[in-house]
């Protein structure tokens, strides 16, 4: 068992102070729209990546003319509960504290305990370009593989070293021969974290189909393809060949900064081809088979975070979802909506406990 018993939130987006108690099980932040439902999940999946789900620069998400915010959270596990607390004053650098003890490195913290988000927002997934899918990727992998996210933030600096390196080559300051000393560990960290995408979509895509078969159609065949510059034989030779470009538009024109995620449906793009309902199938389906991923590899269930899905998805998808739910596939799952009657009548035939937090109107 892994669920989020208690959260607090301080000055955290429009909330100035709220605490709730969780159920282990199913849970519904009810209330009118623009009353901080969304910000509450929100807060829940800060506390599982040490950042907001929809903002990812901190100060915003600090409540208007207040100094600072502070999420705290109580995660039970089978053997021990953990109290983490994630903090943010203006000007100064987020800190983030298990039982008491500041992290020199948030890295550490990712994966302990895990989250699945099923937002409106989602549908950016297929509607936004490659690089919105990569960080999609790149997050769900590195909840299960901390050596993964040491090496997309070692390849990071690498790759704004090698850009800076570019620009002064174009500028005189620095000579092209200079290229050689970063090529090496460019090719390096970068052949590694491809090995790591493509074990990744090898796994992901038999439980991406069976979700989608479970929600959308049996019919249709969901694909992912993965494309990257290693696909093309050896890194340097194709680092060699794109040098000329890379000096003439003074940044690194391939390596896995530029690895495509293309969905399509029955061999055509989904975003091109896929009607409404299919794109929703679609996303759904991603979405659950990250939560079962993460299960599988975890070792424990995510917590399951349904934000506006009644509003957003029509009334076969909820149902399907929802049936889901009263199987019990899922952990801990906490839910937002509009009605509280609309809720209680969708969560009645659920045999676990679950609970439902009415939020008041905020005032102006």
């Not at 994630?86 to 650098?93: L, N, P």
């Amino acid at each position: 068992m892994h669920y989020l018993g208690e959260l607090q939130l301080i000055n955290y987006k429009n909330h100035d102070f709220l605490t709730i108690a969780f159920s282990a099980k199913v849970n519904a932040i009810v209330g009118r729209n623009g009353v901080g439902k969304t910000n509450v999940l929100d807060a829940v999946h800060y506390l599982s990546m040490c950042k907001s789900y929809l903002n990812p620069l901190d100060k915003q998400n600090i409540r208007l003319n207040q100094p600072f915010f502070s999420i705290q959270g109580l995660w039970v596990t089978e053997n021990q509960q953990d109290l983490v607390v994630c903090s943010v004053k203006a000007g100064t650098k987020k800190i983030v504290k298990r039982n008491k003890v500041v992290y020199e490195k948030l890295s550490d913290h990712i994966g302990l305990f895990p989250v699945v988000f099923i937002s409106p927002y989602d549908g950016d997934l297929i509607a936004e370009g490659n690089e919105f899918r990569r960080k999609w990727l790149d997050g769900i992998i590195a909840q299960i593989d901390r050596k993964y996210l040491d090496d997309l933030v070692l390849f990071q600096r690498i790759l704004e070293q090698r850009n800076s390196l570019l620009k002064n080559i174009a500028s005189g300051s620095s000579r092209r021969d200079e290229l050689s000393l970063w090529n090496p560990s460019f090719e390096e960290v970068g052949e590694r974290i491809f090995h790591r995408r493509s074990t990744f979509i090898e796994e992901f895509i038999p439980l991406f189909r069976s979700n989608f078969q479970q929600i959308g159609n049996e019919e249709e065949l969901p694909d992912i393809h993965y494309l990257s510059d290693f696909h093309k034989g050896a890194f340097s030779q194709t680092l060699h060949q794109n040098e000329r470009r890379d000096l003439l538009f003074q940044y690194s024109t391939v390596g896995p900064q530029k690895d495509e995620i293309n969905f399509t449906l029955n061999g055509n793009p989904i975003k091109k081809f896929g009607s409404q309902g299919q794109q929703k199938s679609y996303i759904l389906a991603l979405r659950l088979a990250q939560y079962h991923y993460l299960h599988e590899h975890a070792g424990k269930k995510p917590v399951l975070l349904l934000d506006d899905i009644f509003d957003k998805l029509d009334n076969t998808r909820v149902q399907r979802l929802l049936d889901l739910v009263n199987k019990d596939v899922f952990g801990q799952v906490i839910i937002t909506d509009t009605e509280s009657e609309r809720i209680k009548a969708l969560l009645a035939p659920c045999h676990e406990d679950f609970r439902i937090f009415e939020l008041p109107a905020i005032e102006a």
